[in-house]
């Protein structure tokens, strides 16, 4: 049995909901359309934000995207307070493809920014470059170190005594 009071991450995270549930209310009440005035997937172009803007709104956006589950819960209260004709599914699949329009306005944003055949940025090929090779190689190599029987963590087992049974059944 889980004390809700003394579970302090699950605590916040119902608070958490519990927020979002009443700004999706209030917003439906006052009737602010639903994507318009996310401030995620703003309807604002590019170009108002600026590249820094554009930037740390992708960041964010990337950040709430990939987190467990949290996306899927604010489609399904969106879905839940928003009348529509289609059903959760459909609904998941036009916040997918909404969501994947943001991605390609805001790399094409990026792309607009540089000039044709300009080299990338330092700090760029750094973080994917250097830092997504040493990960991919710490990814592969972890198995072979952690398992070897070379390796420093393991220790070995001597086989003091066996035991070995033969039986022979004659038909």
Do not use: N
Request: with cysteine.
């Amino acid at each position: 049995k889980i004390e809700f009071h003394s579970d302090v991450a699950l605590c916040i995270y119902y608070c958490l909901c519990m927020l979002y549930l009443g700004v999706c209310f209030v917003q439906r009440k006052i009737g602010l359309p639903g994507v318009a005035v996310d401030t995620l997937r703003t309807a604002a172009s590019p170009e108002s934000q600026g590249i820094l803007g554009e930037k740390l709104r992708y960041l964010l956006w990337t950040i709430h995207y990939y987190m467990p589950f949290v996306d899927d819960i604010r489609v399904i209260i969106d879905w839940s307070v928003v009348p529509t004709s289609l059903d959760l599914f459909m609904y998941f699949k036009v916040e997918d493809a909404h969501s994947w329009l943001f991605r390609a306005r805001h790399a094409m944003y990026i792309r607009r920014q540089s000039f044709f055949a300009e080299p990338r940025d330092k700090c760029e090929k750094i973080t994917f470059g250097w830092l997504l090779l040493v990960l991919l190689i710490v990814v592969i190599m972890m198995p072979l170190v952690i398992f070897s029987p070379v390796s420093p963590t393991t220790e070995a087992v001597p086989i003091t005594t066996g035991t070995m049974t033969l039986d022979f059944t004659v038909a």
